[in-house]
């Protein structure tokens, strides 16, 4: 008995952009009124003195990646009809099954000294069979020393695990929401 899972997921994580304060002076000088002049003998104000200094930094270190792609779970293996009871008054179950993504993550990395997780949640979308049986998805560890620096790095998608399959037709039409955490927050 062949089980197929078909399911399409992007996961993306969106990161809010700076941007910098245009400051512009709309006056012009008038031709009957001169412009004014800088006065070498002005007077500070009182407790006024050095340079005004602005320093700014981007922290990249723990910023979390951005990811995205496509990860599809085709042909359950392993799924079998067992007999359980006496001769002439046996029932029949499902056995558990197991499929390998096909597809990548694709991880955009800034500088990371932390290790991630890429959990997915499955969420049955047909309400008559999704209480008979529960889908799983292998975590994706995204280790710091495996991600690229400023850069792009591609990992395969994880296995799924479909259990507690009931007898009669299984659909599996469903979405996969991932969950990214810090494996070593500090």
Known sequence: MKKTLVLSVTAALLTGALTPAVFADSTTPSSTTAAPTASSTATPVSGASGTLETNGAIPTDNVMPIVSGTVNYNNFTGIQYNWTGTPGAQTASLSDGTS???????????KTQSDWVLSGTYA??????????????????????ALKTYNTTTFSGTSAHVTKLTNGAQNFNGTITYTMTAANPQ
């Open 100 to 110: 390998v993504a096909t597809g990548s993550f694709y991880v955009q990395n800034l």
């Open 124 to 145: 049955d979308k047909d309400t008559t069979t999704s209480s008979s049986h529960t889908v799983t998805i292998d975590p994706l560890n995204l280790s710091a020393s």
